[in-house]
């Protein structure tokens, strides 16, 4: 009997410089520290030897802050204790997010060596004024020689980050950003519009000053134009903000949208098994000790249904209600009449209209 598939998340917290509009776990941090975590990392990993006798590693990856701030060796250390953990397919998708600026040839041939097959570039915008509002430490000539190397090491699957509505940024400038990303052919685009997170310098500035942002008009041409214009160079959208060529969808990315079970490793990192929820410590200096348990809980089957719809209708595909379709009929049949959902060969998904407000539809599925 096969081992059933596990998604597989490593958070390396660490990055050369906070971006003001960044409210993720992540930090700059000296060597001395980044060498502390990874020994900790794979003490963590090696702890996991009792739940790889039911799972085989079907994704791994590398996300942050920046993954890439690591020298190469110590990405390859990782995937030799996972591999030492877990059984992997022959085809295991592995992602390293990257920042430009921070990769180098030597990194991406240990990247390869190890088995790393996919390459996630947080490009952001290619308008270098834009690049520096943002605090991104590299410039759109940097990602380019970035990318080159990318693709002259071998890789065949690269994904390029967006982000629309920025401070300053036009329709016009976007457009640019969307079509000389698009000319280098990478095989997926994940784009995104700029959220406004309580904490960081951005929410700051720009709530007591909206007018430095684009309009909501603008912001909403940028999410047709992200469309419009990926669709012209060959790009299906297969979530509501992600993009792909044929057979280069994320499939670690699916695997959450799907619920299915995932493993995360290092600080603040969570995971879902056998729908048990648990996060990992969030404090550095607790987790450097050792200490990597934090909370846990053991989700409903309220949850569980919540879950099914709020992320799996994300997904244009949609989901199959199946047994739940009884639970949620009645709503069902009232976003249709709304044209919010359709529904084609026992699949629920949202429409365009649909998609288009997207927030307000996925979040009817969450029971009072």
Not at 268 to 297: H, I, P
Request: aromatic share 12%.
């Amino acid at each position: 009997m096969s081992n059933m598939p596990l998604g597989i998340y490593i958070h390396i917290p660490f990055c050369a410089c906070k971006c003001a509009y960044c409210d993720f776990l992540s930090f700059p941090a000296d060597k001395e520290t980044q060498e502390k975590y990874v020994g900790q990392l794979l003490e963590e990993i090696r702890q996991s030897e009792r739940l790889s006798e039911n799972y085989e590693a079907a994704t791994v990856f590398f996300g942050g802050g920046t993954p890439s701030i690591l020298e190469g060796e110590r990405i390859s250390e990782i995937i030799r204790q996972l591999k030492s953990q877990f059984s992997f397919r022959k085809d295991t998708e592995i992602t390293v997010e990257a920042n430009p600026g921070t990769v180098n040839r030597e990194k991406l041939v240990r990247y390869r060596e190890a088995g790393v097959n996919r390459i996630s570039f947080g490009l952001q915008s290619a308008d270098n004024k834009e690049l520096k509002l943002l605090g991104r430490i590299h410039t759109w000539e940097q990602f380019l020689e970035s990318y080159r190397l990318a693709r002259e090491e071998g890789f065949t699957n690269i994904n390029v980050d967006l982000m629309s509505a920025l401070p300053g940024q036009t329709e016009d400038s976007y457009r640019r950003t969307l079509k000389r990303v698009l000319k280098l052919q990478p095989e997926h685009v994940s784009a995104y519009s700029l959220m406004l997170e309580e904490g960081t310098p951005f929410y700051e500035k720009y709530k007591a000053h909206p007018e430095l942002l684009p309009s909501e008009e603008a912001e909403r041409q940028m999410y047709y134009d992200t469309k419009e214009i990926l669709c012209e160079y060959g790009y299906g959208r297969y979530e509501i903000s992600n993009y792909a060529r044929t057979g280069f969808a994320c499939r670690h990315n699916l695997g959450y949208w799907d619920r299915t079970d995932y493993k995360g490793y290092g600080l603040g990192a969570a995971s879902l098994l056998r729908n048990v929820r648990t996060s990992n410590q969030d404090r550095l200096q607790k987790y450097l000790k050792g200490y990597f348990e934090g909370s846990r809980e053991k989700l409903s089957q309220q949850a569980v249904r919540e879950e099914y719809f709020f992320l799996g209708l994300r997904k244009t595909e949609g989901v199959n209600p199946g047994i739940y379709r009884e639970h949620y009929g009645e709503l069902l049949k009232k976003l249709q009449m709304q044209r919010l959902l359709d529904e084609k060969n026992g699949r629920v998904y949202l429409t365009e209209k649909g998609i288009d407000v997207s927030n307000y539809v996925l979040a009817q599925f969450l029971d009072d």
